[in-house]
């Protein structure tokens, strides 16, 4: 398990100072991880530049409008804009007034769109309709948009939308079973990177746990989520921590109206067929639970006829989910016969036991049958956890239903803040618990068990103002992190239940039991992986972006606090010892 090796109470600051001065003649600008950009030209009939013309864009959704001015080159833009719908009206006197609609804009996309005036008065309109596909001319970004529709309306085997990024070209997954409700994300490849180079974000705020680099801190309810937005190659500098696909997941907002709803979804082993190795070896059907429901609901917040009475202010948007699954899993084993623990082998395919000095038989009397005079006083006691044969064929003689339970329960709250027209606000909050019991450690003696309990936790406050039509200010405060225990049940493997009494081999045996024990040509057994995690990340960000001309300037300040304090147990040497034997020859 790879982790960041700081000491307890270790913390990390890194101030990063970006002054960027991006000059271009299309005047790009890159946008915040999550808010877009839509820019523009304003021509007349004759295609000549209109200075001074009035730009206002509204966002349909909760009907906030944001107002500039083309400059001396006809040029506008709007930054910090939140994913949603838009409409874009255009005025200056002795043209027709322009609007086009549904301009839909999605998580740091940058959008050019030019207006045309038609001499006329200002009461008449020309009304235009965005077309369907809105192709990007503003950045050389490549990547894709998973809408809200694919992300609720996809078959996702276990409701992780992290399986959504198969259906980006150049992404490639190494598991051949999808159903996963879980954290891990190092099986999805991106241009053929490793599985932890990819960067992970919720309204780009950073989701995933700086140890592993392989699982994120929360894992968004479907029904929580706007839309999926990963960047493949080519992306801004502004994005950091991970250089393979940069995945950014925007939550659903409140907007004008209200809107809802619930849902559950169920799988059932009753609806299922039996597996090939348990009809072979007469075991019932292996147990498959899995129950995702809950509800969300979104909208204004509104004093009727007191405050915000236009509902144009405020709005929220709350989500909780729950979600209960118990998968279990046929596994095979081999573990040593009654007769063998005897010491009696005239029944088995071991070679006859021989004095590993002389390479003689142990009992040259009876070469197949060791007398217990000939035991040692802890070596059988070791294998009293091993259970006893209960199938007969080639390759195992143990076979077992290991079963795993994994409730997981999650809130999402979010609420956007128009103070005014100049200044925009929001702060979005997740809580994510997981609770995982595995019976056998995924293992199928199912000697040694596991709990695994992980509290994710990510909270974001945006606050946008806008000076002027060329100036605008975004600061952002961010805070992530988890908390993960991971622990075994020894209750089969401890030493005094085993009767051990050999010295320990280190007093600090943290769980008081016996050695991992690894015999070859049988299934080993051991005290597992254990975790404990404590994680937090601050991240203070600010953006100032100014235009003149044609020509778009951002500065930036980005101050990083992160701590992170691991202990980590899952292979190498272990506080309660270990024993290995291989099998000796005739």
């Known amino acids: 398990y790879p982790y960041r090796d700081w000491p307890s109470g270790g913390e990390r600051i890194m101030l990063r100072l970006l002054a960027v001065l991006l000059i271009c003649a299309t005047g790009v600008l890159n946008a915040q991880t999550l808010s877009g950009q839509i820019s523009g030209t304003v021509f007349d009939a004759s295609e000549a530049l209109v200075p001074g013309a009035d730009v206002s864009i509204r966002n349909t959704g909760t009907g906030a409008v944001r107002k500039s001015a083309s400059n001396e080159s006809g040029y506008y833009f709007f930054t910090d804009l939140l994913p949603g719908e838009y409409e874009i009206t255009v005025e200056r006197t002795g043209f027709r007034r322009s609007v086009q609609s549904a301009i839909v804009l999605n998580a740091n996309s940058k959008l050019t769109v030019n207006a045309t005036l038609q001499p006329g008065a200002t009461t008449e309109v020309v009304q235009v309709t965005a077309s369907v596909n809105q192709v990007e001319t503003s950045s050389g970004e490549i990547g894709a948009v998973i809408s809200s529709r694919q992300v609720t309306g996809l078959s996702l085997n276990g409701r992780n939308y992290i399986?959504?990024?198969?259906?980006?070209?150049?992404?490639?997954?190494?598991?051949?079973?999808?159903?996963?409700?879980?954290?891990?994300?190092?099986?999805?490849?991106?241009?053929?990177l490793r599985g932890n180079s990819n960067g992970l974000m919720v309204d780009g705020t950073y989701n995933l746990d700086v140890g592993s680099n392989g699982t994120h801190l929360v894992n968004p309810s479907v029904d929580s989520i706007q839309e999926v937005k990963i960047a493949t190659n080519a992306y801004s500098a502004e994005y950091g921590h991970a250089q393979g696909g940069q995945?950014?997941?925007?939550?659903?907002?409140?907007?004008?109206?209200?809107?809802?709803?619930?849902?559950?979804?169920?799988?059932?082993?009753?609806?299922?067929?039996?597996?090939?190795?348990?009809?072979?070896?007469?075991?019932?059907?292996?147990p498959l639970r899995f129950h995702d429901y809950g509800v969300n609901l979104g909208g204004p917040v509104f004093v009727p006829g007191r405050w915000n009475a236009d509902r144009s202010k405020m709005f929220f948007f709350f989500s909780t989910s729950f979600r209960h699954s118990t998968l279990g899993q046929t596994q095979t084993a081999n573990v040593p016969t009654a007769e063998e623990r005897q010491g009696d082998f005239r029944n088995s395919a071991l070679a006859i036991p021989t004095d590993p000095v002389t390479k003689q038989p142990l009992n040259p009397g009876n070469s197949r049958v060791l007398p217990p005079s000939l035991f040692s006083k802890n070596g059988p006691l070791l294998l009293k956890p091993y259970p006893l044969p209960n199938?007969?064929?080639?390759?195992?003689?143990?076979?077992?239903?290991?079963?795993?339970?994994?409730?997981?329960?999650?809130?999402?709250?979010?609420?956007?803040?128009?103070?005014?027209?100049?200044?925009?606000?929001?702060?979005?909050w997740i809580r994510d618990l997981f609770d995982s019991r595995d019976q056998g450690n995924g293992s199928a003696l199912g000697i040694v068990g596991n709990t695994n309990t992980?509290?994710?936790?990510?909270?974001?406050?945006?606050?946008?103002?806008?000076?002027?039509?060329?100036?605008?200010?975004?600061?952002?405060?961010?805070?992530?992190?988890?908390?993960?225990?991971?622990?075994?049940v020894t209750t089969n493997f401890r030493r005094d239940g085993l009767g051990l009494t050999y010295p320990k081999l280190f007093d600090s045996n943290r769980y008081q039991v016996g050695p991992d024990v690894s015999i070859q040509g049988f299934t080993g057994y051991g005290v597992g992986s254990n975790l404990q995690n404590f994680q937090w990340m601050f991240v203070w960000r600010d953006d100032f972006s100014y235009v003149r001309g044609t020509h778009a300037l951002k500065f930036g300040i980005w101050l990083e606090r992160f701590r992170k304090?691991?202990?980590?147990l899952q292979s190498g040497p272990r506080d309660n010892g270990s024993v290995a034997l291989s099998r000796t020859s005739g």
């Open 247 to 286: 995945i950014n997941v925007v939550t659903k907002g409140g907007t004008q109206q209200f809107h809802g709803g619930a849902f559950e979804f169920l799988r059932n082993d009753k609806l299922d067929a039996s597996d090939w190795i348990a009809n072979r070896s007469g075991q019932k059907k292996r």
């Open 163 to 192: 399986q959504l990024l198969q259906l980006i070209p150049g992404v490639s997954v190494d598991y051949t079973s999808s159903f996963d409700s879980s954290t891990s994300v190092a099986a999805q490849h991106v241009n053929g």
């Open 454 to 488: 992980r509290n994710g936790t990510l909270l974001s406050l945006n606050i946008s103002h806008t000076f002027s039509p060329a100036a605008v200010n975004v600061f952002n405060f961010s805070l992530s992190g988890n908390r993960i225990n991971n622990f075994p």
């Open 565 to 568: 304090n691991a202990n980590v």
């Open 391 to 428: 199938t007969g064929g080639s390759g195992f003689n143990f076979i077992r239903q290991n079963i795993a339970s994994n409730p997981q329960e999650q809130q999402v709250l979010r609420a956007d803040y128009n103070v005014s027209a100049k200044t925009q606000a929001f702060f979005r």
